[in-house]
Nanobody
Framework: QVQLVESGGGLVEAGGSLGLSCAAS????????MAWFRQAPGKEREFVAA????????WYSDSVKGRFTIFRDNAKNTVYLQMNSLKSDDTAVYYC???????????????????WGKGTLVTVSS
């Protein structure tokens, strides 16, 4: 059983930057494609970014492409999400997610996820 714990959320002004971390325990991150999803108030959870198990390939939603970067350190069992040029629309709870490699589909959807973190809140003030 893999446990995922997100950290790094908080309040930031529009245009600012924030970095999220997701630490995994109970398993090796190398065995998983990793992803970030988010859920804004009153909206459904949506895909944000994903990284292949070896970090070679990544995928981003159109809404964050060019502003967010997903990267991972398998030796530290940690995946990161660097968020730049933040907008008020980025306000959401951000969830770390693990999909056992090799992924059934790419990028993964919610249905494919094997483990979820509890989320960390990011609030962008305009």
């Amino acid at each position: 059983q893999v446990q995922l714990v997100e950290s790094g959320g908080g309040l930031v002004e529009a245009g600012g930057s924030l970095g999220l971390s997701c630490a995994a325990s109970g398993g090796t991150l190398r065995s998983y494609e990793m992803a970030w999803f988010r859920q804004a108030p009153g909206k459904e959870r949506e895909f944000v970014a994903a990284s292949r198990w070896n970090g070679v390939a990544t995928w981003y939603s159109d809404s964050v492409k060019g502003r967010f970067t997903i990267f991972r350190d398998n030796a530290k069992n940690t995946v990161y999400l660097q968020m730049n040029s933040l907008k008020s629309d980025d306000t959401a709870v951000y969830y770390c997610a693990a999909d056992r490699a090799p992924a059934y589909r790419w990028p993964p959807i919610e249905y494919d996820i094997d483990y979820w973190g509890k989320g960390t809140l990011v609030t962008v003030s305009s």
